[in-house]
């Protein structure tokens, strides 16, 4: 990890930090904002992360912890398209991941907005494979499902 560049991973606590969470969030997924009542609900039952190279926000997390006898966790990573190709999402996923491992994860998904093509590579490099493409009730936004191999 010593060559990854230098981001501060914090945790979002509190309605500045979430508003930031919350702004990553529907800049890389705006086929489902959120408002802040949403967020902080969220913070109540998942892990949420913002990801700071100084002062300025980067991308943020989601960990989600293990459910089922399976016990899969959900980890994801965003990073502003600005910031992309640096680094930061590494960082982003192998914190989430390693937070997944120590909650008892023994298996390790994420999801991705189909249009989001950096996403898909993006998990394609950590080791991600696809395992479901799905339309949510009533919406026609196609999202993707995929495992850690």
């Known amino acids: ?3 990854l560049p230098i981001v501060r991973l914090e945790r979002a606590v509190g309605d500045a930090m979430l508003e930031q969470w919350r702004y990553v ?16 609900e969220r913070s109540t039952r998942y892990r ?3 990801a700071y190279v100084g002062d300025v926000l980067v991308g943020c997390s989601t960990v989600r912890p293990p459910e089922g006898e399976d016990a899969v966790a959900t980890v994801i990573a965003r990073v502003l398209p600005e910031y992309r190709r640096r680094g ?3 960082a982003l996923y192998e914190n989430g991941l390693a937070h997944a491992r120590v909650l008892g994860a023994k ?17 394609g490099k950590q080791g991600f494979v696809e395992v479901e493409r799905y339309v ?4 026609s936004d196609e999202w993707v499902d995929l495992r850690l191999a």
Do not use: W
């Open 1 to 3: 990890m010593s060559d």
């Open 25 to 40: 969030h529907n800049v890389i997924i705006p086929a489902d904002p959120l408002d802040l009542d949403v967020v902080r």
């Open 48 to 50: 949420l992360e913002n």
């Open 88 to 90: 930061y999402g590494t």
């Open 107 to 123: 298996v390790i998904e994420t999801c991705v907005l189909a249009v989001n093509e950096d996403g898909l590579r993006f998990a």
């Open 136 to 139: 949510l009730d009533g919406e």
